[in-house]
């Protein structure tokens, strides 16, 4: 735990001693906030001029906070992350091999599982420092609003959490590949990306055969996305196998780049 906690304390300092700490919480705080007091001035307008959400003409369901404006806000701030946390985790690895730092790692008598897992708890706290102000604007809304679907708020907040998480576990796998941040930066934006995007395949295959068995491809793809899953979660409607894919997204992406750097010992 000691090996952990240094290169935590390393990797958070690193964070704050750069930009890139004051950039992403400043950058994410703005974009949430914008984006929080747009969907509400929509809600406050669309609500003064009907009861619920049309179509051809009739009411299909009576506008909510959860459904009309934290639900919007959690699903577009899930797509900013894509984004952002590429860019808190594409150092944490890359700089090490660009300024030639990570020799010391790898001679040093340490497991590369604990460099990893310091690495990754740095970058986790950095963004949960970032995701707190969509804390704020939850809370507003549960005191302030006429009796918001308590439940469906807070496990799509937690939602975000593990969206950024998975996406930070992606990112230590992308910056353990490289030196150079920017192509670490573009590798975890694209795997995120395709984890988002996956599903959106499953709309157009179905059943396929393959070695005289029946494959369901469509429900595959949309078990592999993480825009599926997260879905639910922000709808209300979870499931076990919901979180339990945040969790193997964050102890594969974490071994396999504990698997990449072991191997630059042994090179």
């Not at 909510?64 to 690895?93: C, E, H, Q, W």
């Not at 604990?114 to 970032?130: D, E, R, T």
């Not at 496990?155 to 930070?168: I, K």
Request: with cysteine; aromatic share 14%.
């Amino acid at each position: 735990m000691r090996v952990i906690g240094a290169i935590f304390w390393k990797e958070l300092k690193g964070y704050f001693l750069s930009p890139v700490a004051y950039v992403v919480l400043t950058g994410f705080t703005a974009i949430s906030g914008w984006l929080f007091y747009q969907l509400l001035n929509y809600f406050l307008r669309i609500t003064n001029i009907v009861s619920g959400y049309m179509v051809k003409g009739q009411i299909m369901r009576e506008w909510t906070i959860a459904d009309d404006i934290m639900g919007p806000l959690y699903k577009n701030l899930s797509l900013f992350l894509i984004i952002l946390v590429p860019g808190v985790t594409m150092r944490l690895f890359s700089e090490e091999k660009k300024l030639k730092t990570e020799e010391l790692l790898l001679t040093a008598p340490i497991r590369m599982g604990q460099v990893v897992l310091g690495k990754y708890l740095a970058s986790v706290v950095l963004l949960f420092l970032m995701l707190i102000p969509v804390g704020v604007y939850m809370s507003l809304i549960l005191y302030y609003g006429s009796e918001p679907d308590l439940g469906t708020v807070l496990s799509g907040y937690l939602g975000l959490f593990l969206v950024a998480f998975s996406l930070a576990a992606i990112g230590i796998f992308a910056s353990s590949l490289t030196e150079n941040q920017i192509i670490a930066f573009f590798v975890c934006a694209v795997i995120g990306l395709l984890f988002f995007s996956v599903g959106l395949a499953a709309r157009s295959v179905g059943v396929v055969s393959i070695f005289s068995r029946q494959l369901d491809l469509g429900e595959l793809l949309r078990q592999l996305s993480l825009f599926e899953h997260y879905s639910h979660i922000v709808a209300g409607r979870i499931q076990l196998t919901d979180p339990v894919f945040f969790l193997l997204i964050i102890i594969f992406f974490l071994f396999a780049s504990r698997i990449n750097a072991e191997s630059a010992r042994w090179s």
